[in-house]
Structures are given as C-alpha cells and as structure tokens.
C-alpha cells in the first residue's frame, strides 16, 4: 500500500513536472509566436505600406481606370446585345422556313437555337463578370487580416459598386432576352399564320377553281381599267397644264382695265403732241417725223400674264409705266438755219431837170432789192415707236419666259375674244394677190407707187414701224412707199393724220387711183388713224394684218371711213 502510494506520488510529481514543462515549453512558444507574428506583421505592414505608396493614384492611373470601367460597360453591353441580334437570325431563319414550307418542328428548332444563343450570350455575360469578381477576391485574401481590417470601410464601397453594376448588367440581359423572346414569339405567330393561311387559300382554291378563275379575271380587269384611268389622268393633267402654259391666267376686267390703263397713257402722249405748237411758240416751222401710237393689245396682256401671271391693275401700274417708256420715246430738237432771202429796200436819189434853161435837182424815191441772210427757226418733232414686241425681246427674259410669251401670243391667251375687234392685232382675210386693172397703169405715178407697194405683201403689222427691216404700221408703210417710189415726193415719216395733212382734200366720188383713203376711230386717236393708197374700184393696198389689198366697202371700213386725199 506504502508503494502504491509512494508509486503515485511519484508519477503525479512527475505529471506535475511534466504539465509544467509543458506549459512552460507552451509558454515559450507562444512568446515565439507572437514574436514571429509580430515580426511578421512588421514586414507584412512594411510591405503594405509599400504598396500604397507605389499605388498612390496619380491623373494618368485616374485615366486608366476610367477607361477600364468604360471597356469593360462596352463590353458588357455587346454580350448582352449578342443575344438580341442572334434572337433576330431566328427570327429571318424562321420567316425563311414558313416561306418556303419548312415544318413547324424545324420552326421550333430554331426558335430554340435562337433561346439558346441568347442564354450562351447571357453567360458569357455573366462570366465576365464573375471572373473579374473573382480576381478581386484572390487579390483580397493575399492581404493580411489587420490589413483588411483597416480597409474594412473602402472594400465596403467597392462592394456597393460592384452589387450596382453587376445589378445593371444582369438587367440589360434579362432585358435583351425578353427581347429575343418577344421577337421570336410574335415570328413564330406569324410563320404559323402564315403556313395556316396558305393551306387556307391552297384548299380554297382545289374546292372553287371556277370562282378564283372569275376572281382572277376580275383582278385582271381591274388592273386595266386602274391602268387606263392613270393614262387618262395624266392625259388630263397634261392638257390642263397645257391649258394654262397658254392661257392669260387675269381676270377679264383685269386685263381690259389694264388696257384703258395704257390707252390712256397713249392718249397723254398723243395731246402732248397736239399741243407743241402753242407750247413751243415763234418758230419758223414745226417739223414732225411721226410714228403711229399704238400697240397690240395681245403683246401687252402676253408679257404681263409672263411677269406677274394673275396681275392686277395696281400690281402692274410702275411695269406699265415702265413698258410705255421703253416702248415710245418723243424727241424735241430746235433747229436754227442761217438762209438769205431777197427783200425790197428804198432811197432816195436826186435827179435834175430842165426849167427854163436851167437844171434844177428833186429827190426821186427808188425801190431796189437786196440779197439778206437771216435766222429761220425750226421745231424737229420725232416720235418712235418700238412697239411692245421689241421692248419684250429686249427685256432680258429667260428662255423659258420667252417661249411662254410667244405661246400665250399665239393662242392669244385663249381669250381671243378680248381684241377680237382690233385690225392690227387679228389677222385679216384681204387678198394677198390681187390683181389692178392694167388700164389704171397709164397714170405712171400710180404705177411707180403700186410697184413699191407690192414689194411688201404679207409683211406684218408691226406698230411703229417704218421701214422693211422693221415691217410697217399703216402709216409708216405709205409713207415709206410715197418717199421711196421714184415719184419726187418727200414726206418724211408721217401719222395718218399726218399725211391727210400733207394732202388736198377730194370728194369720193373724185378719187382715183393714187389718191390716199383715210379712216378714223380704228383704235383710240384723234383724227385720221389709218391710211391706205385707193387703186380704184372700191380697193386699196394697206398695212393691215398683214400687208394687203382690202376692200373699203366692207360693213367695218364704211363705218371708219374719214376722206379722200390727193398729192401735191
């Protein structure tokens, strides 16, 4: 028992001892522990420390990391777009397929191949995301936990970061995949309504064949007649446009009150002219080289229609002044001529005569004449017309405008009835070949001027006109025949009135072949305004519309008549 005891309290001593060794081995190698953590945690801290200094965020490293974050949202953006764009391959493979009879299993096939890309591309999506998370964790545990401890609060916000963007990118995913699948739902209605629809119409056909037949000829009929309409219409459309191109586009009362407008300023001119005389006293002689005022009513109405189209009488009021300018232009010239003349003077002169024996002188008055030079004073009056023609072909129109006027011209702006009772503006029906009694021939005078006269048959009436190169008016083509006929006559370039002046006034029933007819009220003028050369027989040859014989006892000429007229 002694033993026993003295064996157990050796072997709890030597457990004592034992437990103590080893606490204090623990003990020692705890200090070496934390010893080596400590040291550890130096170098680790060193470290650290290290690495935060090398990573102090400089712009350039700010630049790069945005750059990154942009990259990486691009890329996230594609792949998750990949899915949409391969959805819409489904969706034109699948159209294809209904088009061409494909069967509904193919159909589906593609529609799931189109599911499928769409979730590969999410994935991939996804990955991206993942393994980028990933590295940052990897990169996290090869820090130490007092490091992480102090970073608690940053990796906090980088978290929140990282939630919020990889809560938009899954959101741009879900919604291209409901993209997709809205795409491939409503393709695959259409295919299937379209394969329906076409058993539909292949069935509707075997059972009717007759009734698509008639259908078929209706469509067929339809299509002409929708092709014939179009002809028409076009047809029409082109003959209203053709309508208008030549049609004075103004109302009626615009366009006569237009030309009362310009009348009016012809008759100003016409009483300036009349009124020279008192105005411009104490001269010697007034001579006046004078064209006819007028003008063809169609020229006027044609160039404004092409100016202003649908005009106005206060629209066009300046352009009328402006057209009435270029067209006439009155010249005033005062002319002094030194000439000598013989005149009468008396002296006296004394003589002598006899009265008893002796010589006794008187003073006899004598009459002698004289060679005298003196002023004679003349008054040059020149009046030109140009007519509207020329002002239109010199106002600088373009091409375009030019053959609108000459059409609306030609058709007299489908509005012939305006003038239908001008001479000058519608061509007459008188004879072009009409043929003088010969025995009128005798009277060599008459002969020389109906020569001339005949040189310019058909020539146009052109207002203001004077000559062959211009053409004529009235007046101016007998004047210019009465100056160029080899009769000795000069009369200038005479109005009508003007050359019933220069003539001897005859009865009718005195004329003769030669003699001039003169006519009144054929436009607005005081006077005679129109002249012809009377060739007998109730005939005259005459500048009408165009040149030409006419007959003067028609209803109109009767009704105009003023005199007859003879040369000096």
């Given at each position: 028992?002694?033993?026993?005891?003295?064996?157990?309290?050796?072997?709890?001593?030597?457990?004592k001892?034992?437990?103590?060794?080893?606490?204090?081995?623990?003990?020692?190698?705890?200090?070496?522990?934390?010893?080596?953590?400590?040291?550890?945690?130096?170098?680790?801290?060193?470290?650290?420390?290290?690495?935060?200094?090398?990573?102090?965020?400089?712009?350039?490293?700010?630049?790069k990391?945005?750059?990154?974050?942009?990259?990486?949202?691009?890329?996230a953006?594609?792949?998750?777009?990949?899915?949409?764009?391969?959805?819409?391959?489904?969706?034109?493979?699948?159209?294809?397929?209904?088009?061409?009879?494909?069967?509904?299993?193919?159909?589906?096939?593609a529609?799931?191949?189109?599911g499928?890309?769409?979730?590969?591309?999410?994935r991939?999506?996804?990955?991206?995301?993942?393994?980028?998370?990933?590295?940052?964790?990897?990169?996290?545990?090869k820090?130490?936990?007092?490091?992480?401890?102090?970073?608690?609060?940053?990796?906090?916000?980088?978290?929140?970061?990282?939630?919020?963007?990889?809560?938009a990118h899954?959101?741009?995913?879900?919604?291209?995949e409901?993209?997709?699948?809205?795409i491939?739902?409503?393709?695959?209605?259409?295919?299937?309504?379209?394969?329906d629809?076409?058993?539909?119409v292949?069935?509707?056909?075997?059972?009717?064949?007759?009734?698509?037949?008639?259908?078929?000829?209706?469509?067929?009929?339809?299509?002409?007649?929708?092709?014939?309409?179009?002809?028409?219409?076009?047809f029409?459309?082109?003959t209203?446009?053709?309508?208008?191109?030549?049609?004075y586009?103004?109302?009626?009362?615009?366009i006569?009150?237009?030309?009362?407008?310009y009348?009016?300023?012809?008759?100003?001119l016409?009483?300036?002219?009349?009124?020279i005389?008192?105005?411009?006293?104490?001269?010697?002689?007034?001579r006046?080289?004078?064209?006819?005022?007028g003008?063809?009513?169609?020229?006027?109405?044609?160039?404004?229609?092409?100016?202003?189209?649908?005009?106005?009488?206060?629209?066009?009021?300046s352009?009328?002044?402006?057209?009435?300018d270029?067209?006439?232009?009155?010249?005033?010239?005062?002319?002094?001529?030194?000439?000598t003349?013989?005149?009468?003077?008396?002296?006296?002169?004394?003589?002598?005569?006899?009265?008893?024996?002796?010589?006794?002188?008187?003073?006899?008055?004598v009459?002698?004449?004289?060679?005298?030079?003196?002023?004679?004073?003349?008054?040059q009056?020149?009046?030109?017309?140009?007519?509207?023609?020329?002002?239109?072909?010199?106002?600088?129109?373009?091409?375009?405008?030019?053959?609108?006027?000459?059409i609306?011209?030609?058709?007299?702006?489908?509005?012939?009835?305006?003038?239908?009772?001008?001479?000058?503006?519608?061509?007459?029906?008188?004879?072009?070949?009409?043929?003088?009694?010969?025995?009128?021939f005798?009277?060599?005078?008459?002969?020389?001027?109906?020569?001339e006269?005949?040189?310019?048959?058909?020539?146009?009436?052109?207002?203001?006109?004077?000559?062959?190169?211009?053409s004529f008016?009235?007046?101016?083509f007998?004047?210019?025949?009465?100056?160029?006929?080899?009769?000795?006559?000069?009369?200038?370039?005479?109005t009508?009135?003007?050359?019933?002046?220069?003539?001897?006034?005859?009865?009718?029933?005195?004329?003769?072949?030669?003699?001039?007819?003169f006519?009144?009220?054929?436009?607005?003028?005081?006077?005679?305004?129109?002249?012809?050369?009377?060739?007998?027989?109730?005939?005259?040859?005459?500048?009408?519309?165009?040149?030409?014989?006419?007959?003067?006892?028609?209803?109109?000429?009767?009704?105009?008549?003023y005199?007859?007229?003879?040369?000096?």
């Open positions: 028992m002694a033993n026993d005891n003295t064996k157990l309290q050796t072997e709890t001593s030597a457990d001892a034992r437990r103590s060794k080893l606490r204090i081995e623990t003990e020692m190698g705890a200090r070496k522990t934390a010893e080596a953590i400590g040291e550890e945690h130096v170098v680790v801290d060193s470290k650290l420390r290290k690495e935060r200094e090398k990573k102090k965020k400089t712009p350039e490293d700010e630049k990391k945005r750059h990154k974050k942009q990259v990486y949202e691009q890329r953006k594609e792949q998750a777009l990949e899915g949409a764009v391969l959805a819409g391959g489904v969706v034109a493979s699948t159209i294809h397929s209904a088009v061409n009879g494909s069967d509904k299993d193919s159909g589906e096939e529609f799931e191949d189109g499928k890309a769409v979730a590969v591309a999410s991939e999506a996804k990955g991206t995301n993942y393994s980028k998370k990933l590295k940052q964790s990897k990169n996290q545990q820090k130490s936990e007092d490091y992480e401890s102090h970073k608690k609060t940053t990796a906090k916000q980088e978290q929140k970061r990282n939630i919020k963007k990889n809560y899954k959101k741009r995913t879900k919604d291209a409901s993209v997709a699948k809205k491939s739902d409503g393709t695959k209605s259409v295919a299937g309504g379209a394969k629809a076409a058993v539909q292949v069935k509707f056909i075997k059972d009717h064949p007759m009734g698509c037949l008639i259908a078929l000829l209706i469509v067929l009929l339809l299509v002409v007649i929708i092709s014939v309409a179009s002809t028409v219409m076009l029409f459309s082109g209203v446009n053709s309508m208008v191109a030549s049609s586009t103004a109302q009626d009362n615009d006569l009150t237009v030309e009362a407008n009348v009016a300023l012809e008759e100003a016409q009483e300036q002219i009349d009124a005389e008192s105005d411009y006293p104490d001269y010697d002689e007034y006046y080289n004078l064209a006819e005022i003008h063809d009513e169609y020229e006027l109405a044609s160039y404004l229609t092409v100016l202003f189209e649908d005009y106005t009488p206060s629209e066009v009021s352009t009328l002044q402006n057209i009435f270029a067209q006439y232009e009155l010249t005033i010239t005062p002319i002094t001529e030194i000439r003349r013989t005149e009468t003077r008396y002296r006296d002169e004394t003589r002598y005569r006899e009265e008893g024996g002796v010589l006794v002188p008187y003073t006899v008055t009459a002698y004449e004289v060679e005298v030079e003196y002023e004679y004073h003349i008054l009056i020149t009046l030109t017309n140009s007519g509207i023609g020329a002002v239109v072909a010199g106002a600088g129109l373009t091409e375009d405008q030019m053959e609108r006027y000459q609306l011209l030609s058709t007299k702006g489908n509005k012939a009835y305006l003038f239908e009772d001008s001479i000058y503006a519608n061509p007459s029906d008188d004879y072009l070949d009409y043929d003088v009694p010969g025995e009128y005798t009277d060599n005078e008459f002969g020389n001027m109906i020569h006269a005949e040189k310019y048959l058909g020539y146009p009436y052109v207002w203001g006109g004077s000559s062959p190169s211009t008016d009235c007046s101016g007998v004047s210019y025949v009465i100056n160029n006929c080899g009769n000795g006559w000069n009369v200038g370039r005479q009508a009135n003007g050359l019933k002046n220069c003539c001897s006034i005859i009865r009718p029933e005195e004329a003769k072949p030669g003699d001039l007819v006519f009144q009220g054929t436009y607005n003028t005081s006077g005679a305004s129109h002249v012809g050369i009377y060739v007998g027989d109730g005939m005259m040859i005459h500048c009408g519309n165009p040149i030409s014989y006419a007959s003067i006892e028609t209803s109109y000429w009767e009704e105009h008549f005199c007859f007229g003879r040369l000096p």
